[in-house]
């Protein structure tokens, strides 16, 4: 088939050489003057496309919906059809997914119900990683349940019982005590120093059943996220490193990062919006 190019040139040869119109030199080898006459149009998507990339440029592990919170937080007034189209058709972001295993449902024994308030119940884990040289080190960290706000993020070479109860102590001065805190079996847990803190207090510690990850679902899919956009994202050469980009991505967590359970809103704003409800109140 004949590219629009080579049909143009032979219209204007048709037409100099033969002193016809341009209707008959087209109908002579049967060509749309339409066709003929058509002007590519500019791409309105350019600022669009160039923000998307910018996006996930800067945040590698955001997905389509994220990028088009992001956009929309950038002044775009654009529907998530079009920028799905583009995010998956002609700029070729899509994240590569994992591999979905088979899972069973699974449900705790005693639930606790889910908060109707900001730092209620908290939910607190481990993270492990290691260093340019080797050297593994662990991060404690700790979510409000019902704003999905991280309230601890701590990385050291080891983790005992009694570091916990700082990091927690800390926790309480800033945020408030909390209700319930849920864990996982971990020997740190476990620990007579974490008890006695929790029962002085008054907090309920709520233990996961073994290899029940479900049961501490809110921290596991803080983990993750932590994981897959910040762990594998870096390369630390020091400790101090770690705990400065930690810090850092912490608060872009809280402060920049909209968060589908919420609505797309950030942590923040989600308990700016929820204060503003119980003030109309």
């Known amino acids: 088939m004949v590219g629009l190019p080579a049909q143009r040139?032979?219209?204007?040869?048709?037409?100099?050489?033969f002193k016809v119109s341009e209707r008959k030199a087209c109908r002579a080898i049967s060509i749309e003057r339409s066709s003929i006459r058509y002007k590519k149009r500019p791409d309105k998507n350019i600022e669009l496309k160039k923000r998307m990339i910018h996006w996930s440029e800067?945040?590698?592990?955001?997905?389509?919906?994220?990028i088009h919170e992001m956009v929309l937080r950038d002044g775009f007034r654009v529907n998530h059809k079009r920028t799905e189209r583009l995010y998956f058709k002609e700029l070729n972001l899509a994240l590569k997914g994992k591999k979905k295993k088979r899972r069973y449902r699974s449900e705790a024994r005693v639930p606790i119900p889910f908060p109707e308030a900001p730092n209620k119940v908290g939910s607190m884990d481990f993270v492990s990683d290691q260093l340019s040289f080797g050297r593994r080190v662990r991060g404690l960290t700790v979510v409000d349940v019902f704003s999905k706000r991280n309230q601890a993020l701590d990385f050291d070479f080891s983790m005992t019982g009694f570091k916990v109860v700082q990091i927690l102590e800390r926790?309480?001065?800033?945020?408030?005590?909390?209700?319930?805190?849920?864990?996982?079996?971990?020997?740190e847990f476990i620990c007579m120093a974490l008890d006695k803190w929790a029962f002085s207090k008054g907090i309920k510690l709520h233990f996961s059943r073994p290899g029940?990850?479900?049961?501490?679902?809110?921290?596991?899919?803080?983990?993750?996220?932590l994981r897959d956009e910040f762990l594998n994202m870096n390369w630390f050469l020091?400790?101090?490193?770690?705990?400065?980009?930690?810090?850092?991505?912490?608060?872009?967590?809280?402060?920049?990062?909209?968060?589908?359970?919420?609505?797309?809103?950030t942590p923040k704003e989600f308990l700016e919006s929820y204060d503003k409800e119980i003030y109309a109140v």
């Open 9 to 17: 040139e032979a219209i204007t040869f048709l037409m100099n050489e």
């Open 58 to 66: 800067k945040r590698p592990r955001y997905g389509h919906p994220r």
């Open 171 to 187: 926790v309480c001065e800033f945020e408030g005590v909390p209700e319930f805190i849920t864990v996982d079996n971990g020997p």
């Open 212 to 225: 029940k990850p479900t049961d501490n679902a809110y921290i596991e899919s803080f983990n993750g996220k």
């Open 238 to 265: 020091s400790l101090k490193e770690l705990q400065e980009k930690a810090l850092e991505w912490r608060d872009e967590y809280n402060n920049e990062r909209p968060h589908s359970s919420l609505k797309m809103k």
